[in-house]
């Protein structure tokens, strides 16, 4: 059983940065933030390996989002630059207890609550 907790999400404007952070008990294999806008369906924002050795990034994300972890404290962090008014969503930390990173959400065995990202234009 793996729980996550996410923190770190807020109020922004266009240009300016936030970083999220995901607190895992347990060791998943991989972990991965999703978000999901109103109306809209839940999509793969970024993904990295327990060990970090491995990432992945949307396209609409790459060179301004970066996804790291801490082992020692099981913790995930998304660090957000450059934020724009459609990063406005709810993000979802999300974990795997096999395999590797993927940007499916159906592969995702646990979810964290989310947390509120508003980017104002």
């Known amino acids: 059983q793996v729980q996550l907790v996410e923190s770190g999400g807020g109020l922004v404007q266009a240009g300016g940065s936030l970083r999220l952070s995901c607190a895992a008990s347990g060791r998943p294999y991989a972990m991965a933030w999703f978000r999901q806008a109103p109306g809209k369906e839940r999509e793969f924002v970024a993904g990295i390996s327990w060990t970090g050795s491995s990432t992945r990034y949307a396209d609409s994300v790459k060179g301004r989002f970066t996804i790291s972890t801490e082992n020692a404290k099981n913790t995930v962090d998304l660090q957000m630059n450059s934020l724009k008014p459609e990063d406005t969503a709810v993000y979802y930390c999300?974990?795997?207890?096999?395999?590797?990173?993927?940007?499916?959400?159906?592969?995702?065995?646990?979810w964290g609550q989310g947390t509120q990202v508003t980017v104002s234009s």
């Open positions: 999300a974990a795997k207890i096999a395999g590797s990173t993927t940007a499916t959400v159906y592969d995702y065995n646990y």
